[in-house]
């Protein structure tokens, strides 16, 4: 899996759109762009993954460029209950469930 | 449908002692993993069994064990006990194997947080 780089913080006013960026210049064309995120004492919830065009569900939005090397995922209207560390991986189809995770985004939430 | 659920959640051991924890998958999910977490060293993966058989393992000395059970419980085992293992451990069930076909198929539990003294 390619490796990814995140901001270690993000703040984020209460219902304003969260943006959180990730670079991921190495991946390779089969390699999938995932987001989870973990709030405090839970396990990493899955949000939204996408392979090249850009993603919506209702938890949120992945854009990913048309190079492939960046993504952004897009909160629109962030809420306290988003307070929690992002993590951007990439991961190819039909390799297993063996995750790995780096520092991700802790992002804040603020009224 | 009640979701992963882990016990104990919290454990504190001292070196040298060995530990078991146990992780009860999603109703009808017949595959399970288990993750190591550190704020060091992030996430990482440990092993992954389906039909009670290991079928895929991360790079974690042989002090790491686990099993799983026909009802699709599993537990996994820590011996020997070093302060580096203190770390919260994750366990995420699946459908079926191989579960990583689409990893947001997996589901994650709260974790057992250890602590090593």
């Known amino acids: 899996d390619a490796k990814t780089t995140q901001p270690p913080s993000m703040d984020c006013a209460e219902g304003r759109a969260a943006n959180l960026p990730c670079n991921h210049s190495t991946i390779s064309g089969n390699e999938y762009v995932y987001w989870y995120r973990q709030i405090h004492s839970q396990g990493p919830q899955y949000i939204i993954h996408?392979?090249?065009n850009n993603e919506t569900n209702e938890m949120a939005s992945l854009i990913i460029t048309e190079d492939r090397k960046s993504s952004t995922l897009i909160l629109p209207h962030a809420t306290l209950r988003d307070t929690a560390v992002y993590y951007c991986i990439s991961h190819q189809e039909n390799a297993g469930n063996m995750l790995t995770f780096g520092g991700g985004t802790r992002l804040m939430v603020k009224p | 449908k009640a979701g992963v659920t882990q016990t104990p959640r919290y454990l504190i051991k001292t070196r040298g002692q060995q530990v078991t924890l146990s992780c009860s998958p999603i109703s009808g999910h017949r595959s399970v993993s288990w993750y190591q977490q550190t704020p060091g060293q992030g996430l990482q993966f440990l092993f992954e069994y389906f039909s009670e058989t290991q079928r895929n393992k991360g790079n974690f000395p042989g002090r790491f064990s686990g099993r799983q059970f026909s009802n699709s419980r599993s537990e996994m085992n820590v011996s020997t006990l070093e302060l580096g293992d203190s770390a919260l451990y994750l366990c995420?069930?699946?459908?079926?194997?191989?579960?990583?076909?689409?990893?947001?198929?997996?589901?994650f539990g709260p974790g057992t947080r250890l602590t090593v003294l």
């Open positions: 995420a069930s699946s459908l079926d194997w191989p579960s990583g076909r689409l990893l947001h198929t997996q589901y």
């Open positions: 996408g392979l090249k």
